[in-house]
């Protein structure tokens, strides 16, 4: 897996197009202080103290398997923009983890095959 010091380096590998709304940046600010989101041109504007998540595979993977979980939904009602995006976002976990899967060329109508290419590798059930 790739250290948090890394991806916050690295931060352009893993957002594919940055012209959309930075779906990746945005699911990764959670695991930095909000006195860091500027360099990634966020602004915290809560009231309360935040905690960030701590930068284990264990919540990586919970954070993909909801992003997995999301675009599948987003593929199987035919939401080509949504599920475009979540794809984006789902391979840019898989390159966090340094999993090994092969998603290229792996995305078939609406990336159906590369939700459940990712969800399968997991052990993760999808609902149809």
Request: aromatic share 14%; hydrophobic share 35%.
């Amino acid at each position: 897996m790739k250290s948090l010091e890394y991806v916050k380096n690295h931060i352009d590998e893993f957002e594919k197009d940055d012209f959309v709304d930075r779906r990746f940046t945005r699911r990764f600010l959670q695991f930095i202080p909000t006195d860091e989101w500027e360099t990634f041109g966020f602004r915290y504007t809560g009231t309360e103290p935040y905690v960030p998540k701590e930068w284990t595979e264990k919540n990586i993977l919970a954070q993909l398997r909801d992003d997995v979980e999301f675009g599948y939904e987003k593929a199987m009602n035919e939401r080509g923009i949504s599920s475009e995006l979540m794809a984006m976002v789902v391979e840019a976990w898989c390159n966090v983890l340094e999993n090994d899967l092969d998603l290229d060329g792996n995305d078939g109508p609406y990336h159906i095959r590369q939700f459940t290419t990712v969800a399968k590798h997991y052990g993760w059930e999808l609902e149809e």
